[in-house]
């Protein structure tokens, strides 16, 4: 099935391109600005209504890729690929999201440091994520040489 193959390629990759141009020229910027508060909510807004389902959408293309080629020798790359990719998704709603939403609605009690370092911490985290991403991609393609 190549138009899944196509499909899937073009999913993951255009989400680990959006997330890496977040972390490479989005945040760069957004550390500049006098008061980076409202443009990260902002983005934080945007991004976080479409991100859900594009993980979730990209988990299961890699799950029938994975099980259309279960028979075939990239099976154990395919099935590392979904379970890196499915375990991204747990870290993300267990430590990106919860800091996400702090960034999106700073209590008033929080201090501009408090909400620096929260923003440091998620960048710092979501640069893992994109090598967990990058690296699952990989395992993808190579799974079908």
Known sequence: MAWLHIVTTL??????????????????ILWKLDRPAQPTRLFAARLGAAMPFWYTLSLLLLIAETILHRHQPGFPLLLAASGLWAAVILATLLFLVPISNRLARPSSSASPEQILQSHHQWDT??????????AA?????????
Request: aromatic share 8%; glycine share 6%; with cysteine.
């Open 125 to 134: 985290l979501h640069r893992l994520r994109i090598v967990a991403l990058t």
């Open 11 to 28: 999913c993951i990759g255009l989400m680990i391109g959006v997330e890496f141009a977040v972390s490479a020229f989005i945040n760069p």
């Open 137 to 145: 991609m990989l395992l993808f393609l190579i799974s079908q040489r």
